[in-house]
């Protein structure tokens, strides 16, 4: 079998057999194919995409190609959830203690923040001393004594992922819907889980930008999911603007704090609530997601998915006082305050610009070896929706100097619109997808 011969019949529109796509993924993890060749390859799926049983067989292979992790001896149900990438979207910190106390297990391998999309593992970092490099043993010990676990993708752990991913960055192939799939799945089946939901963001904040975009990649993750034996739920939700009302690493750890205290904002818990209800009926802990939501709220109510947060920020490392101690104060002093250019209604608050704005102030990262602040972002009085009069405060916002205020500042007012009249009410679900 030859490269070039796997690469011209992909080019071509044919479809290609598991034994080709392992020795192209083959291939490239041992160093046998040359980067230009596999290059060339990801280019001809780019534009030629991928049947169900390519995108499946793909999927599998990456997965087979490094450690899969060992959960023997941890009771279940596994069940995780995983969100496309947006901006403000701390979820993931408020989803893993909700489900635990109801009842799950959620084995929760995240990444960090690239381009204007925020990181789970930055934001957990920004607790002081809280790891999330952990070992196999650690992660299984960890699950098993407070429900839930957050670590990193190792170098072990779908090897062919991580290589891919670095090259699609380069080649301008992000956005395959097949090569997206393959990536996430295979992360999330290592990692343990048995039922899975995802959150497809759509909108200038999320990576599909388009509703037909985002429902199918949606269609993708479920029907591929469901091949592999798993059940699977696509909920497609918007990212038009930041979610919540705090933006940035140690700012979105505060508001993560608010929502499990019950205080958090409407559009946050809404989203939560639904991702952590759809959790629990695919692990067969309720009926339908009403009840789930119900199970979800009492958790939050009776102070238990707190606890259990808690008890994870101790058992990864973390300095719980520091925490405390730095909730509400850990704000650089190199900031400004966003104000209303006019009176009227905000109309728009682009999530695109405030990400991009986001990577200015240190938020986030260009490359991989850019380093994240913890006390840098945005902190919004009013959101879209809001009536306000001309020089009300709309954010204030925190950055690592005065030149990344600069220089974030211009995409920051102009990610602001007001208009004369409200705006229409903001539909957060937009479409939901089951394979249960």
Aim: aromatic share 6%; hydrophobic share 40%; with cysteine.
């Amino acid at each position: 079998m030859r490269a070039v011969d796997v690469i011209m019949k992909k080019r071509d529109g044919g479809e290609l057999s598991r034994e080709e796509i392992a020795f192209m993924i083959s291939g490239y993890v041992d160093g046998g194919i040359p980067e230009y060749q596999v290059s060339a390859w990801l280019m001809s799926v780019f534009f030629q995409g991928m049947t169900s049983r390519e995108t499946a067989d793909l999927t599998e292979l990456m997965l087979r190609s490094g450690d899969v992790m060992d959960l023997s001896g941890v009771p279940g149900p596994f069940v995780d959830k995983h969100s496309t990438g947006g901006v403000g979207d701390k979820v993931s910190l408020i989803l893993a203690p909700i489900a635990a106390a109801c009842g799950v297990k959620v084995p929760m391998m995240s990444g960090r923040a690239l381009g204007h999309t925020g990181g789970t593992l930055d934001k957990l970092e920004s607790i002081p001393g809280y790891r999330t490099n952990l070992s196999p043993a650690e992660f299984r010990d960890f699950l098993r004594a407070d429900g839930f676990a957050m670590t990193g993708q190792t170098a072990r752990v779908v090897p062919a992922d991580k290589k891919l991913y670095a090259l699609r960055d380069v080649t301008a192939t992000v956005e395959s819907v097949p090569l997206i799939t393959a990536s996430i799945l295979s992360k999330k089946v290592a990692e343990g889980a048995e039922s899975l939901v995802f959150d497809i963001k759509c909108g200038s904040g999320a990576f599909m930008k388009s509703f037909p975009d985002a429902r199918r990649l949606a269609e993708s993750l479920v029907n591929t999911g469901k091949a592999m034996g798993k059940r699977i739920v696509g909920v497609i939700s918007d990212m038009s603007e930041p979610l919540g009302r705090k933006v940035g690493n140690f700012f979105e750890v505060e508001e993560s704090i608010d929502c499990l205290s019950g205080k958090g904002p409407q559009d946050l818990m809404e989203i939560t609530y639904r991702l952590a209800a759809w959790l629990l009926v695919a692990a067969g802990k309720a009926r339908d997601p009403d009840e789930a939501r119900r199970l979800c709220e009492a958790a939050v109510t009776d102070g238990r998915a707190m606890d259990l947060f808690r008890r994870n920020v101790r058992t990864q490392g973390g300095d719980l006082a520091r925490m405390d101690r730095l909730y509400g104060h850990h704000r650089s002093s190199h900031s400004f305050e966003l104000r209303a250019p006019a009176s009227g209604f905000i109309t728009g608050l682009d999530a695109y610009g405030i990400g991009l704005a986001g990577v200015y102030l240190g938020v986030g990262r260009n490359t991989t070896a850019d380093p994240v602040y913890p006390d840098v972002g945005f902190v919004f009085e009013r959101k879209t929706g809001d009536a306000v009069a001309s020089g009300d405060l709309v954010a204030r916002v925190y950055g690592k100097d005065e030149a990344s205020l600069a220089a974030a500042r211009p995409l920051i007012e102009g990610a602001l619109k007001v208009g004369p009249s409200a705006p229409p009410p903001r539909k957060l679900i937009l479409e939901e997808l089951t394979a249960l």
